[in-house]
């Protein structure tokens, strides 16, 4: 069930509720004199928290994206001959992949560390 996030109760209008990514549901507050007020304040701190999320998010899935480009071409090279390569064109194959292979682990740790600051990971 997809549910606005946040959410306000239409049973108690001055009730907040907070549904995370497992659809767990958490009451923010309960007050009937400041319920707006509050309401407010909280959604201007959660919208930059949806935002982090979203953050997070699409580093995650770049992270996911890399690191199986990054098994690809590990399989890949794998296959390739110990030597130098049979022809001209083996032996070029051979150093584009290895040359790709160390920007992706270069990407990959950038992008852990964007998630560690994030505080995600």
């Given at each position: 069930?997809?549910?606005?996030?946040?959410?306000?109760?239409?049973?108690?209008p001055t009730?907040?509720?907070?549904?995370?990514?497992?659809?767990?549901?958490?009451?923010?507050?309960?007050?009937?004199?400041?319920?707006?007020?509050?309401?407010?304040?909280?959604?201007?701190?959660?919208?930059?928290?949806?935002?982090?999320?979203?953050?997070?998010?699409?580093?995650e899935d770049?992270?996911?994206?890399?690191?199986?480009?990054?098994?690809?071409?590990?399989?890949?090279?794998?296959?390739?001959?110990?030597?130098?390569?049979?022809?001209?064109?083996?032996?070029?194959?051979?150093?584009?992949?290895?040359?790709?292979?160390?920007?992706?682990?270069?990407?990959?740790?950038?992008?852990?560390?964007?998630?560690?600051?994030?505080?995600?990971?």
């Amino acid at each position: 069930m997809a549910v606005p996030w946040p959410w306000v109760s239409p049973l108690l209008p001055t009730a907040l509720y907070l549904v995370d990514q497992e659809g767990d549901w958490h009451v923010l507050f309960s007050n009937g004199m400041l319920g707006t007020v509050l309401y407010a304040c909280l959604l201007g701190f959660l919208l930059p928290l949806q935002a982090l999320l979203a953050r997070s998010k699409a580093l995650e899935d770049q992270l996911m994206a890399l690191c199986a480009e990054k098994t690809n071409l590990e399989a890949e090279f794998a296959r390739m001959p110990l030597g130098a390569g049979r022809n001209l064109r083996e032996r070029n194959r051979k150093a584009v992949v290895e040359q790709r292979l160390e920007l992706l682990n270069k990407d990959i740790s950038g992008v852990r560390m964007q998630l560690k600051r994030v505080g995600i990971k």
